[in-house]
């Protein structure tokens, strides 16, 4: 990974399911922001990840963080993805990987997308990075740990794994 715990998430803007166009920059400032980036829509990892998220999506509203959900998919994938798992969380399609290369998110032996997460604070740095192919439902639990403490200290928290 080319980010490290500190730094300043790079902005984006990229289409979500619903066809608007979304911003990390109309987040920051409110809200913290999880970033998490999958592979592919509707996968067995990606659908066990997402739904991690959706399961915990109150607690990370209640924390005071907004979700969102990176992979190259078209929106009308992200949509379709979105109703059959009853996914809250908007979906963003980075279909030339612009933003995932921006993130510094490999590919995992040179062919699939990377998965990664990010939580980044009100203040648009990034406090926590989970990089894991594999333990998929790790990704929701470390970032809403992460999220809680920040509600808690404020955005002087800084964890790595």
Do not use: N, W
């Amino acid at each position: 990974m080319t980010l490290a715990i500190g730094d300043k998430a790079p902005d984006f803007s990229l289409p979500a399911q619903d066809g608007r166009s979304v911003s990390l920059s109309d987040a920051l400032g409110k809200r913290a922001v999880v970033l998490f980036f999958y592979p592919m829509d509707d996968t067995p990892g990606c659908t066990v990840e997402a739904c991690a998220f959706r399961d915990r999506y109150d607690a990370f509203a209640e924390a005071g963080a907004e979700v969102i959900g990176i992979s190259a998919d078209s929106g009308a994938s992200h949509e379709k993805f979105a109703t059959k798992h009853k996914l809250p969380m908007t979906l963003l399609s980075d279909a030339d990987g612009k933003v995932r290369a921006l993130y510094g998110v490999k590919k995992t032996l040179g062919l699939l997308p990377g998965r990664a997460t990010f939580v980044i604070d009100r203040e648009g740095r990034i406090q926590h990075m989970f990089v894991s192919q594999l333990r998929v439902k790790e990704h929701s639990a470390q970032a809403l740990e992460v999220v809680k403490r920040l509600g808690r200290v404020g955005s002087g928290v800084a964890v790595a794994t």
